[in-house]
């Protein structure tokens, strides 16, 4: 195995885990955009999105009396752990954050903090304090290109997770809902006396971002094999950072911010010291941030006075 | 249930258990936990200490040094407290026996197998496991010997437990004159260990040995098999568990080696009456279920020897005891309070099975 296989082999890595950082970064992303809110209960509602389409494997077995296998039992546990988590999310909105739109800013925040408490321990009480292995829907398949290797899960998660952010990015971009959300993001205020119905467009902020995080969490646990209720905590703060590094409010900030940290963390365990594999992706952060405050994609919002 | 058909005079004395209950860790702190409350509804039964009811207290320690000591200082704030079954992971009973320690409370690990532990001299620990000093050299030799290995690239979890062993497999490994080609750590809690294992495979290692836990363990194996890094896969008693098989799939697990401070836990002699009860009551046997009851029964002995019902009297009728037929077998603490009966048996993985190889040799 040559040097250019490893290094090859190594952003692949990096790319994979990059593309699930990136799911959950733009929700971050869009929530911020729309309320200025760091929904710190992000993380467990991917966590959450990765144990409902768990339960969706479970219960076809159940109903159906077969495994669960094949392209289009995929889809459909996708589908319904996206449904599911963006259903979390828009009750989280609705009972935790809406009541507190008018509170100062810091109330919202340590409420998104409780809800991350509530949502790990509701699902470590539902589904148990152990971890769950993830079934294996597709047949175990390996590809090789030269020396590099590739399993079909890494391959779905690269073509999902593209297909779901062009899908989002075009809504945002092209919808009139989409523009909508873009119009509060500027000014929310002006957004509403124009006509726009604030708290619909919030809930839809959440519905999207949190099915987005639905999505990441079951290739997550597709591609890692096993869920527990507290992995949503570091995945989501490294989504956070992806967010931050990529500019918070930006959406093809937080992809590149996503991508950016994957390959960040796989070359720096890779070829420095996987001991200080989770030091790599914050010391990126530091590094962009003090050279480029609003994130790489972002821009610098002049505070209003 | 049955501390209602005692009579109203009985009084109340409580033994304690800790280990992880919840996260990943959580099974090994419930085979032990599980084991301790079986022995206890045993010793209410046969109502083992005449006029008292033992209650039986669990804390969960999160496998987290901080929050063990926080469980410490609960445990010995309650009076009624005699002796702890605890920790589970040598990270959490190091720093808990000095607590332990201060209030003369008398604390029995059923797992923690870090050798520095009982080093620090205190009078109260007491140890059923055996040690990494014994466990690694002996993984060392059978992989030597009879496995007939040449490299190895060593893996630790940066753990008090998972470090401490696989310092000990390497100095071994390297007296043995197996050649050791990396030695790396992990971070417990991580998920990705493919840019490690991407970095080891060009290495072309024909053992990988791990110091941790069947779940850094089962991913490590997984994304190994996905990497197409073909190279056997050794650990100890963290990773002889049946969960790392469940977790990792039965294809990638298949011949996995693992040290246990122990032997085969489903078949020990005089041990029948316990499998019954435990299977009945929870389950299949966990792989820590009978250290946990074990190191409940030692306690009971002494709490029913010590002449007053109190921790000193407890203590000094634990440092009296000459030795204890367990299940796992005989019991006999040293000066420092560790097991002088050590014990290490070889797992395999075998057709989706854990099984028992024989003693490692």
Request: charged share 15%; glycine share 12%; aromatic share 8%.
């Amino acid at each position: 195995m040559g040097s250019w296989d490893v290094f090859i082999q190594q952003l692949l890595n990096g790319l994979t885990i990059g593309m699930i950082y990136a799911l959950i970064a733009l929700g971050y992303t869009i929530v911020y955009g729309v309320l200025q809110l760091i929904n710190f209960a992000h993380g467990e509602i991917f966590m959450a999105g990765a144990y409902i389409g768990l339960a969706a494997a479970a219960a076809w077995i159940l109903v159906s009396g077969t495994a669960l296998t094949g392209g289009i039992a995929l889809a459909g546990v996708l589908l319904f752990a996206m449904l599911g988590a963006a259903a979390l999310g828009s009750l989280t909105e609705r009972f935790a954050y809406r009541p507190l739109r008018q509170a100062p800013r810091l109330a919202p925040l340590i409420t998104a903090i409780g809800v991350s408490f509530v949502l790990q321990n509701v699902v470590m009480l539902l589904c148990g304090p152990v971890d769950k292995r993830y079934p294996e829907i597709l047949a175990a398949r390996q590809y090789s290109f030269g020396l590099v290797s590739m399993t079909h899960y890494q391959i779905i998660i690269l073509i999902v997770s593209v297909t779901l952010m062009l899908g989002l990015h075009l809504f945002i971009k092209k919808t009139r809902t989409g523009k909508a959300m873009r119009a509060m993001a500027d000014d929310t205020q002006a957004a509403s006396l124009m006509g726009i119905p604030v708290d619909r467009t919030v809930n839809l902020a959440f519905v999207m971002g949190s099915a987005m995080a639905g999505a990441g969490g079951v290739l997550f646990g597709l591609y890692y094999h096993t869920v527990n209720f507290h992995d949503g905590y570091l995945a989501g703060l490294k989504a956070f950072t992806a967010a931050v590094l990529g500019g918070i409010g930006n959406i093809p900030g937080a992809m590149l911010g996503g991508l950016l940290l994957g390959v960040a963390e796989g070359l720096g365990a890779g070829y420095l010291s996987s001991e200080w594999k989770n030091v790599f992706a914050f010391l990126v952060l530091i590094a962009v941030l003090l050279f480029r405050p609003q994130g790489i994609l972002g821009t610098r919002v002049v505070k209003k006075v | 249930m049955l501390s209602g058909c005692q009579s109203a005079s009985s009084k109340i004395i409580k033994i304690g258990c800790a280990g992880p209950l919840t996260g990943d860790q959580a099974q090994l702190g419930m085979d032990t936990c599980q084991g301790v409350e079986l022995a206890v509804a045993e010793a209410n039964q046969k109502q083992s200490i005449p006029g008292y009811v033992i209650e039986l207290l669990k804390l969960d320690d999160q496998h987290n040094p901080a929050q063990a000591v926080s469980v410490a200082k609960k445990f010995t704030t309650d009076r009624k407290v005699l002796a702890v079954i605890g920790h589970f992971n040598s990270s959490c009973t190091q720093p808990a026996a000095a607590v332990y320690n201060e209030v003369g409370l008398v604390q029995i690990t059923p797992a923690s197998t870090n050798p520095a532990i009982s080093k620090q001299g205190f009078k109260t620990f007491f140890r059923v496991a055996g040690t990494d000093d014994v466990q690694g050299p002996k993984g060392a030799q059978f992989a030597a010997h009879m496995l007939g290995i040449k490299s190895v690239f060593i893996i630790d979890d940066k753990t008090t437990y998972g470090k401490g062993l696989a310092d000990e497999f390497q100095k071994e490994a390297l007296h043995l004159g197996i050649h050791v080609l990396g030695h790396e750590g992990l971070t417990q809690g991580d998920k990705d260990f493919s840019p490690l294992l991407t970095r080891i495979k060009p290495l072309k290692p024909e053992l990988i040995y791990f110091g941790g836990i069947y779940t850094e363990g089962a991913l490590l194996l997984r994304q190994a098999q996905a990497l197409g890094l073909h190279a056997q896969f050794m650990g100890g008693d963290g990773i002889a568990s049946t969960v790392l098989i469940e977790l990792a799939g039965t294809e990638a697990s298949e011949g996995v080696f693992a040290t246990m401070v122990g032997g085969d836990t489903q078949k020990m002699p005089g041990a029948e009456g316990f499998i019954t009860a435990y299977e009945a009551q929870y389950g299949r046997v966990g792989q820590w279920s009978a250290y946990g009851y074990d190191s409940a029964n030692v306690a009971l002995a002494a709490m029913a020897q010590a002449k007053k019902k109190d921790r000193a009297s407890v203590l000094s009728a634990m440092r009296a005891i000459p030795g204890f037929a367990g299940i796992t077998g005989a019991i006999v603490f040293d000066e420092k309070g560790d097991n002088k009966n050590q014990f290490i048996g070889i797992f395999k993985v075998v057709d989706g099975q854990l099984t028992y190889v024989g003693p490692a040799e």
